[in-house]
Each structure stands twice: as structure tokens, then as C-alpha cells.
């Protein structure tokens, strides 16, 4: 036992990094020679690597990648980069002494002697098992709430669609049955147009349900606002009674946009859902685009944005219910009405697109929402064709 702890000497310092290397159980501290194989093993590398010290001392670190890595060479390759830059960092599945498998994180840096020459590799791995599983569930959950809120704007569209087919329907039998009664043949001739006319407006409607509803999640690809802006208008034109009035701004010449655009259309049409909500039987809500240059007023960012403004003439929102509209499921709609799942996908794609979302909203007078979403940097290079 070390009793005097002001006495220090090379060889108790030694001692004592040892013995603070093999307190460590969290991480697996242990060196390599440059060749790659173990000379030191610490109480954390047995705990998490399953391999005693004695088992283990003098074999090569490749020892505990999977086949499939070793068939890859990735072990020499780490080795040879730590040799090379100083440091080398890797995620990935590790094998265990009894064949199970683990999620580390690895760290491999060299050490040098005081001649500046190589004596060996650091080597520090963690096990990340547990938070890359729960990085996974994340995902999984957010895949799950991303498609129950477009099974719930699916189901709000369907409705006013069915009605709309039933129209076009009925233009297509209506005029059938009067060319099948008609001799003129300028009237039959019109006739058909009218069915031809009908019957492309129906594929044009499917066609545009069909992308939104197939779309998958997480494809980030350049968009132009004004696109999608019409794609959503004219869905959501069939989900809106008549004595709502739609008005639209836009800003000529808007820059693109790298977003997922199955996404950003269906945060679009739930703010547009809520404007309708909010207005109950008569309004209007106004649907904007602009290019904004922000200077840190809107959640401090900086930079070129393109802003979607969704403002209605609705009820407004009650000062203390607003502090908790971005909540998950945090509603005032009735059983059936609302999953209070929109504003916070809204705002958590604002946030994963680096970009942001506002509300403004007077009880009595109406509401505004204000999603900024960030032009693309790639779309402004110049060497950029398109
Ligand atoms: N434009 C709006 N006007 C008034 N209230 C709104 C508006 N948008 C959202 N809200 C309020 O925010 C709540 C949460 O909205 P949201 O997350 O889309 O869920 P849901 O629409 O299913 O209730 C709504 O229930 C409503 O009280
Ligand atoms: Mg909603």
C-alpha cells in the first residue's frame, strides 16, 4: 500500500496510472504494440470484452472484430491510420469472448516515447449498445408518428375527394349518356371532351394523393417552393368548405429548398388543416412564400431562408393554451377531431431542417404560423447546373 501520498517518484506514478486504468470498468483501456497486438489489459476490457488478461496478452486485435470485418481488412486499416495521423476512431459491432456482439465505440491513438518514436497504441473502446438502441427507437417512433399523421391528413383529404370524384363521375355519365342520344355531331364531338377533360382531371387527383400517400420518409432532395405549395393547394382545395377562402402570396423567383418534400407537404396541409379548424364556417386564410434574410431575430439563426406563412381569420389561440400548441398530443380538438400530433411534427421538422417555427395569434382575429426553412447551399454554387 502507497501511505504517503506527497512522496512521488517515476515508478509510483506509473503505479498509480495503473492502478487508475484498471479502476476504469466503464471503458476497455488497453495498449497495443505497432504491430497491433495486446500488451496491457484493463478491468473494463475483461468486463466488457469477456477475455481475461492472461487470455488475451500477445494476440492480435483483430481478435475482436466480426468476420466480416477482418475479411474486410478493417482492422489493419485503423491501425494503419492511427500510425499514420496520430489518432484513429471507429464505430461498429465488436465480438465478445462468447461469440456475442456489442456496439462500440473505439478510439486507438499512439504513443511515442520521448525520442518521438512509436511504442505502442492506446487503445480505449466503449460499449454504445444500449444508446444506439435507443437512437434506433427514436427513429422507429418517429417513423411511427410521421405516417399516423399522414393517415390522419389522408383521411381528411379522402373525404372531400370522394365528393369531388362523385362530380367528375357524374360529368362523365351525364355527358355519355347525351352523346348516345345525340345525332349532331358537333354536340357528340363536345361530349366527349367533356369526358376526356373529366377523366384527367380524376387521374391528375389520384396521381397527386397516390405521391403523397406512397411517399417515404427522409428523402432529402432539392425543392422548389412554389411546387409544393401547388401540390398542396390543390389537395387541399377538396378539404375545404366554400366559404373559406384561400389567397396566395408569392414571391417571384424563390430559391430552392433541401428538404424532404413529402414531409414539408404534409406539415403544409396540417397548418392548413388548423387554419381551417380555427375558422369554423366563413374566412379566409392566406397561404405566403417569401425569401427572408434572418439576423438572429427568429431562434438566433443567421442566413438566407425561404418563409411558408400560413395566417388565418380563425378563433385565435388563448394565451395559456399557446405555450403547449407544440406538445405531442396536446389538443383542444374534440375525441376524433385532432391527434395534437401537427404542430409538433411541424416543429420538429422545422428543427431538423435547421430551420424554425413561429406563432402569432390574437383570440377573436386569427393566427399566423411562420416555418423558415433554410435555402439550399448547394443550389446557390454557381458551378451547380440545373
Ligand atoms: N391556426 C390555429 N388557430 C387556432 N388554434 C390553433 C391553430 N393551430 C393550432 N392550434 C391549436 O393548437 C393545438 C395543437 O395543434 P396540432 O398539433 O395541429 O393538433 P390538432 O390539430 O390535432 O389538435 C390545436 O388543438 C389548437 O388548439
Ligand atoms: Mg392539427
Same mark, same amino acid.
Given at each position: 500500500?502507497?501511505?504517503? *501520498?506527497? @512522496? ?5 506514478? =506509473?503505479?498509480?496510472? %495503473?492502478? $487508475?486504468? &484498471?479502476?476504469?470498468?466503464?471503458? /476497455? ?109 427514436? *427513429?422507429? @417512433? ?5 405516417? =399516423?399523421?399522414?393517415? %390522419?391528413? $389522408?383521411? &381528411?383529404?379522402?373525404?372531400?375527394? /370522394? ?224
Amino acid at each position: 500500500m502507497v501511505s504517503a *501520498d506527497c @512522496i512521488a517518484s517515476p515508478v509510483m506514478t =506509473a503505479n498509480r496510472y %495503473e492502478q $487508475l486504468v &484498471q479502476a476504469v470498468v466503464d471503458y /476497455a483501456i488497453y495498449m497495443l504494440d505497432p504491430s497491433g497486438h495486446v500488451v496491457s489489459w484493463n478491468a473494463g476490457a475483461e468486463r466488457i470484452k469477456g477475455y481475461r488478461a492472461d487470455e488475451v496478452i500477445g494476440r492480435h486485435f483483430s481478435l475482436f472484430f466480426t468476420p466480416q470485418d477482418c475479411a474486410e481488412g478493417r482492422p489493419d486499416y485503423l491501425l494503419k491510420q492511427a500510425l499514420e495521423l496520430g489518432v484513429a476512431q471507429d464505430e461498429g459491432w465488436r465480438v465478445r469472448k462468447d461469440g456475442t456482439q456489442f456496439w462500440a465505440l473505439a478510439a486507438l491513438d499512439v504513443i511515442r516515447d520521448d525520442l518521438g518514436h512509436i511504442i505502442g497504441l492506446a487503445k480505449v473502446t466503449r460499449d454504445i449498445t444500449d444508446r444506439r438502441e435507443s437512437a434506433l427507437q427514436l *427513429d422507429a @417512433i418517429r417513423a411511427q408518428l410521421f405516417q =399516423a399523421q399522414k393517415l %390522419e391528413a $389522408l383521411g &381528411q383529404l379522402t373525404g372531400g375527394l /370522394a365528393h369531388d370524384f362523385n362530380n367528375l363521375l357524374t360529368i362523365i355519365m351525364s355527358s355519355a349518356k347525351l352523346a348516345l342520344n345525340s345525332q349532331d355531331p358537333a354536340r357528340v364531338q363536345r361530349m366527349l371532351e367533356h369526358i376526356v377533360d373529366a377523366g384527367r382531371r380524376g387521374t391528375q387527383l389520384t396521381q397527386q394523393l397516390l405521391t403523397f400517400a406512397r411517399h417515404r420518409q427522409m428523402d432529402v432532395t432539392m425543392v422548389a417552393p412554389a411546387t409544393v405549395l401547388a401540390s398542396t393547394r390543390s389537395l387541399l382545395e377538396h378539404a375545404l368548405p366554400s366559404d373559406v377562402e384561400l389567397q396566395e402570396h408569392l414571391q417571384p423567383d424563390l430559391p430552392v429548398i433541401e428538404v424532404d418534400a413529402g414531409q414539408l407537404q404534409m406539415v403544409l396541409l396540417n397548418l392548413l388543416f388548423n387554419a381551417r379548424d380555427a375558422i369554423g364556417e366563413r374566412g379566409a386564410i392566406c397561404f405566403a412564400l417569401d425569401a427572408v434574410v434572418l439576423t438572429g431575430e427568429v431562434d438566433g439563426l443567421h442566413g438566407p431562408f425561404v418563409c411558408f406563412e400560413v395566417r388565418d381569420t380563425g378563433a385565435g389561440i388563448d394565451p395559456q393554451v399557446l405555450p403547449r400548441i407544440f406538445e405531442p398530443f396536446f389538443t383542444t380538438k374534440p375525441f376524433g377531431k385532432g391527434t395534437g400530433l401537427g404542430l409538433s411534427q411541424a416543429y420538429g421538422f422545422a428543427k431538423q431542417s435547421n430551420g424554425a417555427i413561429t406563432v402569432q395569434s390574437t383570440v377573436g382575429k386569427g393566427t399566423c404560423i411562420r416555418l423558415y426553412l433554410p435555402t439550399s447551399e448547394r443550389a446557390a454554387a454557381p458551378q451547380l447546373h440545373r
